[in-house]
């Protein structure tokens, strides 16, 4: 498997966040990518990449605690409202990636099991 997988496994079921270095740096390529094809529009020149991977990471490893878009737009720097108009669906975004990571480590761990 790889460790890609494993690491956002291990973080999103087990907290463990050995592996968190590779899944941010990931992220960061991820976003860059993103910002770039999706062509964001900025109104600033903070662009709140890094901060919508860290909180990525933070959901992914505490859900409970980020269960709410004003917590997550506190997190960010940015109003709420402008969250919820235009960041939500590019952190989402981020935030589905390390999901379909942890999908294909259960789809890799039950294949190897039959």
Same mark, same amino acid.
């Given at each position: +498997?790889?460790?890609?997988?494993?690491?956002?496994?291990?973080?999103?079921?087990?907290?463990?966040?050995?592996?968190?270095?590779?899944?941010?740096?990931?992220?960061?390529?991820?976003?860059?990518?993103?910002?770039?094809?999706?062509?964001?529009? +900025?109104?600033?020149?903070?662009?709140?990449?890094?901060? +919508?991977? +860290?909180?990525?990471?933070?959901?992914?490893?505490?859900?409970?605690?980020?269960?709410?878009?004003?917590?997550?737009?506190?997190?960010?720097?940015?109003?709420?409202?402008?969250?919820?108009?235009?960041?939500?669906?590019?952190?989402?975004?981020?935030?589905?990636?390390?999901?379909?990571?942890?999908?294909?480590?259960?789809?890799?761990?039950?294949?190897?099991?039959?």
């Amino acid at each position: +498997m790889p460790e890609l997988w494993w690491s956002a496994a291990r973080l999103k079921w087990a907290g463990d966040r050995t592996g968190t270095q590779l899944l941010y740096d990931e992220l960061i390529q991820f976003a860059t990518r993103l910002k770039a094809e999706e062509k964001w529009k +900025m109104m600033t020149e903070d662009d709140h990449i890094e901060k +919508m991977v +860290m909180l990525a990471l933070l959901e992914t490893a505490d859900p409970h605690q980020w269960r709410f878009d004003v917590r997550k737009s506190k997190y960010l720097g940015i109003k709420n409202a402008s969250f919820c108009a235009t960041w939500r669906s590019r952190y989402e975004a981020i935030r589905q990636e390390i999901d379909d990571w942890c999908s294909l480590a259960v789809g890799h761990i039950y294949k190897s099991n039959k």
